[in-house]
Nanobody, 123 residues
Framework: QVQLVESGGGLVQARGSLRLSCAASGGTFSGYVMGWFRQAPGKEREFVAAISWRGSSTYYADSVKGRFAISRTNAKNTVYLQMNSLKPEDMAVYYC????????????????WGQGTQVTVSS
């Protein structure tokens, strides 16, 4: 059974940094796109960032460009989200996701999802 497990969430002050990790297991992930989404209370789940298998292509929501960076270590089936210059509006549950096609990577069209990790930003 495919499983994605996020970690690294927690409480951080505004302008601070946090690094999220997502470990995938239970399947073969060669060629998979990995992405990060987030959902705040009362809001729809929104796209944050995505990365192609080789890492040559990355995608970011406008709201996080220049502040967040996505990366991956394929040998460990792990994807990361480095979050810098955090703002209160970044507070949400962050989910990692995986899909096997490099299409519609900014939409909620992924095949597998993690359970999420809470990121709280205090001012």
């Amino acid at each position: 059974q495919v499983q994605l497990v996020e970690s690294g969430g927690g409480l951080v002050q505004a302008r601070g940094s946090l690094r999220l990790s997502c470990a995938a297991s239970g399947g073969t992930f060669s060629g998979y796109v990995m992405g990060w989404f987030r959902q705040a209370p009362g809001k729809e789940r929104e796209f944050v960032a995505a990365i192609s298998w080789r890492g040559s292509s990355t995608y970011y929501a406008d709201s996080v460009k220049g502040r967040f960076a996505i990366s991956r270590t394929n040998a460990k089936n792990t994807v990361y989200l480095q979050m810098n210059s955090l703002k209160p509006e970044d507070m949400a549950v962050y989910y990692c996701a995986a899909k096997d096609a490099l299409v519609a990577v900014t939409t909620r069209s992924y095949d597998y999802w993690g359970q999420g990790t809470q990121v709280t930003v205090s001012s």
